[in-house]
Structure formats: structure tokens, C-alpha cells
T-cell receptor, first 113, second 114 residues
Framework: KAGVTQTPRYLIKTRGQQVTLSCSPISGHRSVSWYQQTPGQGLQFLFEYFSETQRNKGNFPGRFSGRQFSNSRSEMNVSTLELGDSALYLC????????????FGPGTRLLVL | AQSVTQPDIHITVSEGASLELRCNYSYGATPYLFWYVQSPGQGLQLLLKYFSGDTLVQGIKGFEAEFKRSQSSFNLRKPSVHWSDAAEYFCAVGAYQAGTALIFGKGTTLSVSS
């Protein structure tokens, strides 16, 4: 099976812009979770989507949003970018969620100038 | 507060020597515990996981970890380190109630010397 894919792999934006990142889970997986990784804060959970519904949400401002499509592909959107949003954004997929292994993609590295 | 602590930011081990990476957690619910590894420019790869049962769990690449509830620890071990093990290692904790939301430690960078 193909692994989790994320596009684009690298992105440069300027403050105030918005950005959309995409994640394609492993075939058959219905849960997609998003994480932000920064040197200062480490890995932090953003949100999880399961069968097109947000099932769980971390402690991030409303500028961070996401959605999931019927084929389980997921997108996350960050509006009004700030310098502090520069990070590696990782998505992870699993079949059902909690007790299942989460498989991570390679990430999208976002640089906000 | 729920947290994961990896006390060692950076560890250097000689090739062939044994390795132990420490992880302590604070979590209100019965925890699920994980160790992930991240190589530069890569995503996270699961090494092993503990949900319940035998407290000594075996993982990939010759790694093992032991869950000690009394010490709130889940240390990762490997008897003989290979140069290819150089990477960053993350301990994470979750729970059924939290769904897929994992809390990660800040990571331990492992360097392997020849």
C-alpha cells in the first residue's frame, strides 16, 4: 500500500496570506490527524477528521481549520498567516483512530516571511 | 497537566553499545504509549506501542520498551546500536478518551559514533 502523502512538501508564504495543505491517507484509512512541529513547541495536535467530521481538536486558534472529503483526503487551511506559523505540518492516518497505529506522512514545511 | 518528559535532549552512543532513552509521562487516564523515530526530512515512524498487557513490548529494528506504571515511565532500549539508528526519537502518550490526539515529548537526538 502507498503511504501517507502530503502536498506540497515545501511552501513559502508571507504574513497575512492564507495557505492550504493537503494530505492523502493510506487507502482504506478513515481517520486523518494533523500535527504542527516547531523547534520551540515540539509536536502539537491540531485536529482529527473521521468520515468527513471533525472528531477532535487541539488548542489552536480558529485561523487553523480543516476538512475531509468523502475519499478521506484531508486539507488544512491557515488563514492570516503569522511568522509563528512557520513549521513542519504532519498528517497521520489510521483506520479507526484511538487504538490504531497512526502512520505519518513526510510533512509539509511552511515558511512564513 | 498532561505531559511527556524526555530528559535527555541529545545522547551520543558508540556503535555496538547499548542504548536507553528515557521517557516519563503525566496523564490522568490509562495511557497508551508510543515511541516514534524521525530522520531528517522525514515523517515519524512508529517503533513500538503499548496499550495493555505485557509491560515489555518489542518493536521494529530491535527496539524494546518497558512500561512501569509506578514510575510513570516508558523507556526505550536497544542492546546494540547501529550507525543507521542516528535520528530523533519521540515518546508520545494518548488514551482512548483522547482519540488520536497524542502528546509528544520534545524528543531526544541520538548520535552514533564509530
Amino acid at each position: 500500500k502507498a503511504g501517507v502523502t502530503q502536498t506540497p512538501r515545501y511552501l513559502i508564504k508571507t504574513r497575512g496570506q492564507q495557505v492550504t495543505l493537503s494530505c492523502s491517507p493510506i487507502s482504506g484509512h478513515r481517520s486523518v490527524s494533523w500535527y504542527q512541529q516547531t523547534p520551540g513547541q515540539g509536536l502539537q495536535f491540531l485536529f482529527e477528521y473521521f468520515s468527513e467530521t471533525q472528531r477532535n481538536k487541539g488548542n489552536f486558534p480558529g485561523r487553523f481549520s480543516g476538512r475531509q472529503f468523502s475519499n478521506s483526503r484531508s486539507e488544512m487551511n491557515v488563514s492570516t498567516l503569522e511568522l509563528g506559523d512557520s513549521a513542519l505540518y504532519l498528517c497521520a492516518s489510521s483506520d479507526m483512530g484511538a487504538r490504531e497505529t497512526q502512520y505519518f506522512g513526510p510533512g509539509t514545511r511552511l515558511l512564513v516571511l | 497537566a498532561q505531559s511527556v518528559t524526555q530528559p535527555d535532549i541529545h545522547i551520543t552512543v558508540s556503535e555496538g553499545a547499548s542504548l536507553e532513552l528515557r521517557c516519563n509521562y503525566s496523564y490522568g487516564a490509562t495511557p497508551y504509549l508510543f515511541w516514534y523515530v524521525q530522520s531528517p526530512g522525514q515523517g515519524l515512524q512508529l517503533l513500538l506501542k503499548y496499550f495493555s498487557g505485557d509491560t515489555l513490548v518489542q518493536g521494529i529494528k530491535g527496539f524494546e520498551a518497558e512500561f512501569k506504571r509506578s514510575q510513570s515511565s516508558f523507556n526505550l532500549r536497544k542492546p546494540s546500536v547501529h550507525w543507521s539508528d542516528a535520528a530523533e526519537y519521540f515518546c508520545a502518550v494518548g488514551a482512548y478518551q483522547a482519540g488520536t490526539a497524542l502528546i509528544f515529548g520534545k524528543g531526544t537526538t541520538l548520535s552514533v559514533s564509530s
